[in-house]
């Protein structure tokens, strides 16, 4: 489809429910490596990404059943596999998410890139380079990245760009690490402060969540929880805001 052709005049009314954010519940579900038991997520969009990070996990040992309520049930506990194929990984970015998560848990991780080899290490040089800064060894090995964090120390980094997927990868190991991490020009966008706030509830020690700067104090475990719910998607929220604004225009 190249476009939608609209034809107005029709008088809108109605309540309408907003679907929970896609860009929210992936990292959630990439937490849920950590998590170690059976956690609910409610308020799941019904959407291929969704699906797809369900098909990770599951390829890593974790158990996932989705529910007809719009939640899903991730038990992770027997999660034993730190290895996230190049056939899933390629057909969504955000699968490389569980770098950091596997990293905290095994310490170690073998994640492809998103592109594979044609694509090599540019478009996640930021998770990539401050997760170096937390101890990790990182080699790229046939479109792979191998990394070794069974030496994580707690640093400062300083993002050049604001990114929000290495802010959230960044973040999930750096809470496991010995000492203390600052993250400057880090993300502070919804689903990074859900992000910050689920880990907090399992544990970690995150202050700053909101802000442009993070500070994350190592703790040695976390503790697991039993459910959270996606937040609301503004994208889609402001879509049908827009429409309202017209109608009382009207």
Known sequence: MDYFEINGSNKLNGVVEVSGAKNAVLPLMAAAILNKDKLKISNVPTLSDSITMSKLLEEMGAEVNFESDNSIFVDSSNLDT????????????????VLGPLLARFGKAKVSLPGGCAWGPRPVDFHLEGLKALGVKISIE??????????????KIHFPKISVGATGNVVMVAILAKGTTTITNAASEPE?????????????????????TLTIKGVSSLNSISSI??????????????????????
């Not at 899933?88 to 955000?94: F, Q």
């Not at 990074?192 to 442009?212: D, R, Y």
């Open 82 to 97: 730190p290895f996230a194929p190049y056939d899933l990984v390629k057909t969504m970015r955000a699968s490389f998410y």
């Open 142 to 155: 046939n479109g792979y990245v191998v990394a070794d964090g069974s030496n994580l120390n707690g640093n």
């Open 192 to 212: 990074i402060q859900q992000l910050c706030e689920m880990l907090n509830s399992m544990g970690a020690n995150i202050s700053g969540v909101g802000s442009n």
């Open 229 to 250: 719910s996606v937040i609301p998607d503004r994208i889609e929220a402001g879509t049908f805001l827009n429409c309202a604004q017209l109608l009382v225009g009207s």
